[in-house]
């Protein structure tokens, strides 16, 4: 059986993630993980559950298999959310873009495919602009910003 801080470090080491860049996502201090990874104590449901999250797993998949104490287990919760903001617009932007393609595709009337396209683009740059200032991790910030500057150019 793994333990579950093993598992933890395991996880994070395999994201190329620092104990300092995990604890912050998360919501806890560097010594707080570093207590967890090597054994020294358990995190609560909640934490057990963003961990889950950040590691794009269900909680119970996250410490099936562990050492994680029952007691807290069945208090876990089936399912965590997984994604951010960031990710979920950028998913919805992407979505959209794949549809102005398909207007080109089937020979949509340009001015119009044109029109749909300008409003479709300045409707995600003004979402995306008022959205940036409140992104605070750094991997989601390039990943906006990459968005922000490929909207802004065309």
Not at 72 to 88: F, G, I, Q, S, W
Not at 97 to 109: H, I
Not at 131 to 137: F, M, Q, T
């Amino acid at each position: 059986m793994e333990s579950f801080g093993r598992r933890v470090a395991r996880l994070r080491t395999g994201l190329g993630w620092t104990q300092q860049r995990l604890a912050e996502r998360v919501g806890i201090s560097r010594v707080g993980l570093s207590h967890i990874e090597a054994a020294l104590t358990f995190p609560n449901e909640r934490t057990a559950t963003l961990l889950a999250a950040t590691f794009d797993l269900e909680p119970h998949q996250l410490v099936d298999g562990t050492n994680y104490p029952e007691p807290k287990t069945v208090r876990l919760p089936l399912v965590a959310a997984r994604h951010t903001e960031v990710e979920h617009a950028l998913a919805l932007l992407e979505r959209d873009e794949r549809w102005l393609v398909r207007l080109e595709e089937l020979g949509v009337d340009p001015p119009v495919a044109e029109g749909e396209r300008r409003a479709v683009r300045a409707g995600w740059r003004r979402r995306l602009d008022e959205l940036a200032p409140s992104v605070l991790d750094p991997d989601q910030a390039r990943l906006l910003g990459a968005a922000r500057r490929r909207l802004h150019t065309r």
